[in-house]
């Protein structure tokens, strides 16, 4: 079965930047659509980005204009590049893909504080 992994999360101060990446276990299994969502504590999940396998993207509002995320096809890989972070951008962030079913990764902290 197909894992997704994510890196890259941490402790950024505000305004400061990250570069967040997940990548499948298996290169030889793809997905329609791969992306990012995330976590607070005590909130519901809720979607940051998602990518197609053709390039379309959707942001939420919130990060709209701070975050990247883009997608290499040929690793089954995506990444999210936060910039201007924000305290209210801390929460534990999942790399989502769905293919047929979703499939999620076990999720990577991001801690924005000074």
């Known amino acids: 079965q197909v894992q997704l992994v994510e890196s890259g999360g941490g402790l950024v101060q505000p305004g400061g930047s990250l570069r967040l990446s997940c990548a499948a276990s298996?290169?030889?299994?793809?997905?329609?659509?791969m992306g990012w969502f995330r976590q607070a504590p005590g909130k519901q999940r809720e979607l940051v980005a998602t990518i197609t396998s053709t390039g379309t993207t959707n942001y939420a509002d919130s990060v709209n204009g701070r975050f990247t995320i883009s997608r290499d096809n040929a690793k089954i890989m995506i990444e999210l590049q936060m910039n201007s972070l924000k305290p209210e951008d801390t929460a534990v962030y999942y790399c989502?893909?769905?293919?047929?079913?979703?499939?999620w990764g076990k999720g990577t902290l991001v801690t924005v504080s000074a």
């Open positions: 298996s290169t030889s299994f793809s997905f329609a659509g």
């Open positions: 989502w893909g769905f293919r047929g079913i979703n499939y």
